[in-house]
Nanobody, 116 residues
Framework: QVQLVESGGGLVQVGGSLRLSCVAS????????MRWYRQAPGRQREWVAV???????NYAYSVRGRFTIARDNAKHTIYLQMNSLKREDTAVYYC??????????WGQGTQVTVSS
């Protein structure tokens, strides 16, 4: 089993920045790909960013150039640096881990609210 705990959410003004963290614990053997998703009120959960075990990254078009995903394998942690935040970035942000291409785990989410 793997546990994921997100932190770093909060209230920020348009144009501001936040950094989210997600700490993984438990049985972390195998190749792990980690992702950030978000879900705004009344909308489906959407993928935001991914980072592979080799450090390669990819981003949803809506956040490309503004968000950066990174991982610290020694700390079993991934980060999401969010800059130039917009109101439409308001959502609950979730961390997700895919282990060995088979098992999926989710965190409980952290709220990000961007106000004008």
């Amino acid at each position: 089993q793997v546990q994921l705990v997100e932190s770093g959410g909060g209230l920020v003004q348009v144009g501001g920045s936040l950094r989210l963290s997600c700490v993984a614990s438990g049985s972390l053997d195998g190749v792990n790909v980690m992702r950030w998703y978000r879900q705004a009120p009344g909308r489906q959960r959407e993928w935001v960013a991914v980072i592979g075990a080799d450090g390669r990254t990819n981003y949803a078009y809506s956040v490309r150039g503004r968000f950066t995903i990174a991982r610290d394998n020694a700390k079993h942690t991934i980060y999401l640096q969010m800059n130039s935040l917009k109101r439409e970035d308001t959502a609950v942000y979730y961390c997700q881990l895919t282990q060995s291409g088979i098992h999926e785990y989710w965190g409980q989410g952290t709220q990000v609210t961007v106000s004008s």
